[in-house]
């Protein structure tokens, strides 16, 4: 039910696209309902007054209507959501004339790893962030494919290990959101929730501060203790991130992708083995 209680513009576009569409099908499904029960009550062989027209074939009208009516709505159906599409395109920055939030998200087992290139921290299950400023979030995995969430700002996405993807939202007040994983990832999936905290301008600029306050620092050490399976991870604030961390959780499955590719070239051959997939197959 969150997503109709959407608390930004993405949502919002979102929850207008999913009411709209659930009306123009309850244009056909109910009359069709109420015909499945009145039909059989007023044409039963008790109802003597009923019309029996036993040479009845067709009719041009009813022919008009369960044929022109379902093309009406699907045309309707499609060109709404032909637009919206490309309208809520997630590749697509939020335009206010703001300079938007940079995030980078990494999934993790199973838990989210948040970093902030600009201001150079990060944190673990919970981001923070200026209401009415757009966000701009990287996100990649360092384990299985899982899809990044948060309801009420809308557009859910993948993260995938090797890979990027993107993402842009924006919440329209100040208030504590619910971020999650919507892909099955294994035996922590239930718990790999987080927060996502809108607040003022001033208070983000304030937890900012506090955040580079923390004693702890975002290694490569301890990233790769970071990243081993875990649930229920608290939430952690690192004052500091290895240059480059998130190119670097890509860049090591691009190396073993890069290597994969290289095999089945020798194998099979460069001429049959182009851009990643093999011909014909």
């Not at 637009?83 to 939020?94: C, E, G, H, N």
């Not at 299985?144 to 090797?162: D, E, H, N, W």
């Not at 952690?236 to 670097?248: A, E, I, Q, R, T």
């Amino acid at each position: 039910m969150l997503l109709f209680d959407p608390k930004g513009p993405v949502g919002g576009a979102e929850r207008f696209l999913i009411i709209a569409a659930i009306v123009l099908m309850l244009i056909v499904v109910i009359p069709v309902a109420a015909m499945v029960f009145l039909f059989p009550r007023k044409y039963r062989a008790s109802n003597t007054n009923a019309i029996y027209l036993p040479k009845w074939d067709r009719s041009a009208k009813i022919e008009w209507v369960i044929w022109l009516v379902p093309a009406v709505i699907i045309t309707v159906l499609s060109t709404l959501v032909w637009k919206t599409t490309y309208q809520l395109d997630p590749y697509k920055p939020i335009d206010t004339g703001v300079k938007s939030v940079n995030i980078e998200a990494v999934s993790l087992d199973w838990k989210w790893l948040f970093i902030y290139p600009d201001q150079n921290i990060a944190t673990v299950n919970q981001i923070i962030f200026p209401a009415h400023v757009p966000l701009s979030f990287r996100l990649t995995s360092d384990t299985v494919m899982t899809s990044f969430f948060i309801p009420q700002l809308g557009s859910q996405i993948y993260a995938m290990a090797g890979m990027q993807t993107r993402l842009n939202l924006m919440a329209d007040e100040p208030g504590t959101y619910t971020g999650q994983n919507q892909q099955f990832s294994g035996r922590g999936y239930a718990d790999m929730t987080f927060k996502a905290i809108a607040v003022s301008e001033e208070q983000f600029n304030a937890w900012v501060q506090k955040v580079r306050q923390s004693p702890e620092k975002l290694s490569l050490a301890r990233f790769e203790e970071l990243k081993k399976p875990s649930i229920d991870y608290p939430v952690s604030l690192f004052s500091s991130v290895k240059p480059g961390l998130f190119d670097h959780i890509m860049g090591r499955f691009s190396k073993t992708m890069n290597e994969g590719q290289d095999i089945l070239k020798e194998k099979y051959g460069p001429k049959r083995f182009k851009t990643g997939t093999l011909e014909g197959s």
